[in-house]
């Protein structure tokens, strides 16, 4: 029997053109799990690898989808070759159960790894760059203009209610709160 597992790291992420593949590689059952591939804990992944069983064929669309690192990568190959099991990674071809096969699909995972360190590596020194910037703020960008913000700010000022500002500004009441509670804290400085 054919097996596809299908994962995207976020919760924003679409699953869909991974399980397209998948149905069109004729897989009969598909788990599909929206985690990071750093977690540990895959309960998805970690039922299929219990359902598979001697003969059946685990497809998936990418090396990096299936394992956290190269390591877990060799070991679970191992494991699954050890019970009889055949792995189809779809932009890669079959892996087969030969040293040759074994030295292809460790080369692949460790150019997968490598890709993976590399990616890390420059968000680091991304991170570290823009951190030098005295602008530079962790988190996501602010939602409102430091304008709109003041703008709303003022007319706190000049009586309008909370109610009617977050009315007329569509800023939420929390973020008025905050904003003014940072004014006051300015003015005290």
């Known amino acids: 029997m054919k097996y596809g597992y299908a994962r995207v790291s976020t919760k924003g992420q679409d699953l869909n053109g991974q399980i397209?593949?998948?149905?069109?590689e004729g897989c009969e059952v598909i788990?599909?799990?929206?985690?990071?591939?750093?977690n540990k804990k895959r309960p998805e992944f970690?039922?299929?690898?219990?359902?598979?069983?001697?003969?059946d064929t685990l497809v998936i669309t990418k090396l990096d989808r299936f394992a956290r690192s190269a390591n877990d990568?060799?070991?679970i190959i191992e494991e699954l070759f050890n019970r009889g099991i055949?792995?189809?990674v779809l932009n890669m071809g079959i892996v087969e159960d030969t040293p040759t096969g074994r030295l292809i699909f460790n080369i692949m995972v460790s150019f997968a790894q490598f890709e993976r360190d590399m990616i890390v590596e420059?968000?680091?020194e991304g991170k570290a760059i823009a951190k030098q910037r005295d602008d530079y703020r962790e988190g996501r960008p602010p939602k409102y203009s430091k304008k709109r913000i003041k703008e709303a700010l003022k007319m706190l000022d000049e009586g309008v209610s909370y109610t009617d500002v977050v009315s007329i500004t569509s800023i939420s009441k929390s973020t008025l709160i905050r904003a003014k509670r940072k004014q006051k804290a300015k003015k005290l400085n």
């Open 46 to 55: 970690n039922k299929l690898l219990d359902e598979l069983t001697k003969g």
């Open 86 to 88: 055949r792995i189809h």
């Open 31 to 38: 788990y599909k799990e929206k985690i990071t591939g750093t």
């Open 122 to 124: 420059r968000t680091q």
């Open 73 to 75: 990568a060799t070991t």
């Open 20 to 24: 397209e593949q998948l149905e069109n």
